[in-house]
């Protein structure tokens, strides 16, 4: 291993030294993967200070769950299946709450469940005399097993329930069959379950009043915050299009984390589900809502991602159809990016959109793509070279595309402000201004369509892409 | 529960009959929420009938498992550790080969170290007399816990070695706790360890001999059929997108999967690194390649969803100037669905992709977009209104990107190919006839570039994009 990666230095004679300065070598390389991984450790402790709190959280719980073994009182009353409290705890402390409570909530259920089967299938068993009853249990535990099993890859069940099918197959083939051997079953079980309850409950009990970490929160800000990447993509790109700015471009890729957000929001959200009501959030908040939003935003986020082709293969300076257009293209660019971070604000704060400054963003950067559509107009009548224009066309198009997705997502968001019953704005700044007509101007709402007018917006700012 | 989902008959007078109706009616329901389930359970067997043979073979491990507790002999030899059998082959045993062979060995090797390491921290404690000894066990079981359960969030642990830090901390505190009242602690462990590596042997051996599920071919595949998809939408969009076929929407929206397929391609490249050779697969097969070419796939479909964004919005017939550059974009679009057909039927079969006939329709594609170029050179002067062209012009420039893409992936597929040693291929068209140039159009391979001429296939298909 280390020769591989140690490059001898070169020209220099071999001595007889060699042993020792290997070693030397190793040690010293030794030293610098220790270094390594320590920094790295660090970082990852920085970057989420939360991580340093929930090991520490863990330790504590298994160190107080193990004090059972210690104190001789505590001793005597849970005995060997004291264990159990730890094996329980070890397995059900997860990083969020909701994680730790779908956990415990499953195992105590699914082990309750079970072991009333058990006694039940050992009972019936019995019946049947020594001989058969080896041979039924066997049964029994095939049949059963098998299809806990098979129920693991129904999508329902394995989104909630995956891990209390688990200490159901556990527990019952536990029970059933170590009561072949152990006639004090009942005894036993209520042990088990005593320290089961008292490990989950020590769980749920350190997972939730010591800097709780509550996975509604953790989607709540990830929705926020994808928005905002997204934001900072769209202001951003004008600049860097135009070669108006030279790029921050790690800021303008942060982006690229949303493309493979779904699979982290779902089981937010599934843990969520979950937690009971805490600061803002009441028991039952809308968290398919943001499931939505997350969809919609990932939505834009491809939209983005074709877009995100073009500044890679942009010139060193800017053909002269660029620059005619420049102007509305870079306004529709920076102020959808401003509308798509008022509506991450609108979030992350819990105030109703429909006051915030999106609209007014929304408003500007349509009148620049009228503006665009005039300049369009007169502009392209053959005096540019087609293979210059054919790009540039793509990322108006594209952009168009993505005020759109916008439209839609701040139509979502109105619509988790409706169910979470977000706080209207005291914004003045709207509320004195006669407000914008963006969203009116394609008529009165529909009451037919929930009083929105989505047909409306849809028409209005697709007019350039369709005509 | 019922009467939420189940609004009454309106106008009809309420008779004394209420009672015994609305229990024939809730039981009418159970019977149809029970067929509903019953059907959607058939049907996740049916679409992939090794779950059902997985269920069987997870109860056929129990069961087998389970007769240490049935048969005397064994019985007296592990004792009540044997329930520890069962809960190995219960956690262990998963669905892949790989899952399985990752989850054995981390919970062997952890559950040895760890056992080590308690017995070590106990010995150490006993030193320090029956006072200190509790004190100081309660602070090595904190700190290492602490820290192990601080480790699982360092990525290259939690991607191989998550389960067995969790085992480790489990199996520390266990062993290092109940040492403090159970003397017999070594032979407790051999009994422990070896109920453990039988359970673990069991699963293992099942997993691998009954019908077993290899998550590296499962990846392969995977790989394979999400080209496919997009080949399938690629070669669909074209007769869509001008009216020629009323479009099977279905097969067309198949490629959204791939959108969403980082987390599943991950998992199986984690599983398949732990997993033994088989089949056309030596142990160490280029597992990350499969994942490199994943990602270019799905780059691909991200262009593609903004492709699918301009089907939504046609418009009843197709304009004039969709007429006219009908044919070439057509073509373009059929024929690079053809050649990422091919190239994902080069990786099913694994044959090198040069002998296959992917390389012909890259080059009618190109010729179609040379086409393209022309008839947009002499039409584009002003003889079309501009809001209907701009979405037009916008699919060709996408289309053109997605050209672009399947090069990159099909170089990603030559590297695989060289990487895994695929066949050439025998495929005597190609061999006679003379070879097309479109791979070597822009000069001989350059030899600084590994013989790839990636600049030159760069430029020759983003000639319409760029000019």
Tied chains: 1, 2.
Excluded at 4 to 9: F, K, V, Y
Excluded at 195 to 203: P, V, Y
Excluded at 254 to 280: D, I, M
Aim: glycine share 8%; proline share 4%.
């Amino acid at each position: 291993m280390e020769n591989a990666s140690s490059p001898s230095p070169p020209q220099k004679p071999t001595t007889l030294l060699t042993f020792p300065k290997a070693l030397a070598t190793s040690s010293s390389k030794i030293k610098h993967v220790i270094v390594d991984f320590a920094i790295k450790a660090k970082s990852i402790g920085v970057d989420d200070p939360r991580r340093i709190v929930h090991s520490l959280k863990v330790a504590l719980a298994i160190t107080l769950v193990s004090m059972v073994y210690y104190l001789q009182p505590l001793y005597n009353g849970m005995g060997d299946a004291g264990m159990w409290a730890i094996l329980t705890v070890v397995v059900v402390f997860e990083y969020t709450v909701g994680a730790t409570l779908c956990k415990g909530m499953n195992r105590g259920l699914a082990t309750l469940l079970a072991g009333a089967l058990g006694i039940g299938a050992e009972s019936f068993a019995s019946l049947f005399g020594t001989t058969a009853k080896p041979i039924l249990l066997g049964c029994l535990v095939f049949v059963l097993v098998g299809a806990a099993t098979f129920s693991r890859f129904i999508p329902n069940i394995k989104r909630r329930y995956d891990y209390g099918v688990l200490i159901f197959i556990l527990t019952f083939s536990l029970v059933s069959v170590s009561g072949y051997r152990v006639e004090r079953i009942i005894e036993l079980a209520h042990k088990r379950l005593s320290t089961i309850l008292f490990g989950g409950a020590t769980c749920i009990i350190i997972s939730m009043c010591v800097c709780p970490v509550w996975a509604g929160e953790d989607l709540h800000q990830l929705i926020a915050e994808n928005l905002e990447k997204l934001a900072n993509f769209l202001e951003g790109f004008g600049g860097e299009y135009f070669r108006i700015t030279e790029g921050d471009k790690p800021s303008l890729a942060s982006y690229k984390s949303v493309l493979n957000s779904k699979a982290t929001e779902e089981s937010l959200a599934n843990f969520a589900w979950w937690e009971v009501g805490h600061g803002k959030f009441l028991f039952r908040h809308p968290w398919k809502q943001y499931l939505m939003i997350g969809a919609l935003t990932r939505q834009c986020a491809y939209h983005i991602e074709a877009l995100n082709g073009y500044l890679d293969r942009k010139t060193e300076a800017p053909s002269e159809f660029q620059k005619t257009i420049k102007e509305p293209c870079m306004k529709m660019s920076s102020e959808v990016g401003k509308a798509m971070k008022e509506l991450g604000l609108s979030i992350k704060l819990m105030m109703h959109p429909s006051g915030s400054a999106s609209a007014i963003h929304m408003e500007s950067c349509k009148k620049a793509k009228e503006e665009l559509n005039t300049i369009l107009q007169t502009v392209m009548v053959g005096e540019h070279d087609i293979s210059e224009t054919i790009p540039v066309i793509a990322v108006t198009s594209i952009l168009v595309d993505i005020i759109n997705r916008v439209e839609t997502i701040s139509e979502a968001i109105e619509e988790l402000a409706k169910q979470a019953q977000f706080k209207k704005s005291k914004n003045t700044k709207l509320d004195k201004k006669e407000k914008p007509n963006f969203l009116n101007d394609g008529g009165p709402p529909d009451p037919a369509n929930g009083g929105k007018n989505r047909e409306s917006v849809a028409i209005t700012v697709a007019s350039l892409n369709k005509g």
